[in-house]
């Protein structure tokens, strides 16, 4: 089984404009979860499930915000497995390449480790998909 997911994409948006919609609450709130997040190395921040983008609580602690590189803890609720998500982002000639990887999947057992697998690819699919769509707003 594979462990890690990988996405990566170009946004034809400043590299500091990309940067805010992946560490501003306020705006991750809109393209994403709701959240409390703060991106401060050992801030401890929450995924809200709301009527409209139903999921599970999501908690996690983040261990690096240098400018241009994010990386946190991920947990879902009602499960002890704890995985890593990190975002990378470098300016290039057509705006800013975004490369994302969330490792440590195959911590989940079984056929559970399977399906969180396809869950999270898909899901990190759909967020580059709301993400682009909230960058050309």
């Known amino acids: ?3 890690v997911i990988q996405k990566e994409t170009i946004f034809q948006h400043s590299i500091d ?3 805010n919609a992946i560490t501003n609450a306020e705006e ?3 393209w994403f979860i709701k959240t409390n997040f ?4 050992g801030f401890k921040y929450t995924f809200f499930p709301t ?3 139903g999921c599970d609580t999501i908690t996690g602690e983040i261990k690096n915000a240098d400018p241009y590189t994010l ?13 890593t998500v990190s975002w990378r982002l ?7 390449k975004l490369h994302l990887e969330h490792s440590g999947i195959a911590d989940y057992k079984g056929e559970t480790a399977i399906a969180m697998f396809e869950s999270f690819s898909g899901g990190w699919d759909h967020c580059m998909t709301q993400l682009r769509d909230y960058l050309k707003k």
């Open 90 to 96: 470098e300016t290039v000639a057509e705006g800013t």
């Open 71 to 83: 990386i946190y803890t991920w947990q879902v609720e009602n499960t002890t497995v704890e995985t």
């Open 17 to 19: 404009a990309v940067w």
């Open 51 to 53: 009527e409209d983008k």
């Open 1 to 3: 089984m594979k462990d």
């Open 28 to 30: 991750i709130s809109t």
């Open 38 to 41: 703060k991106a401060e190395k």
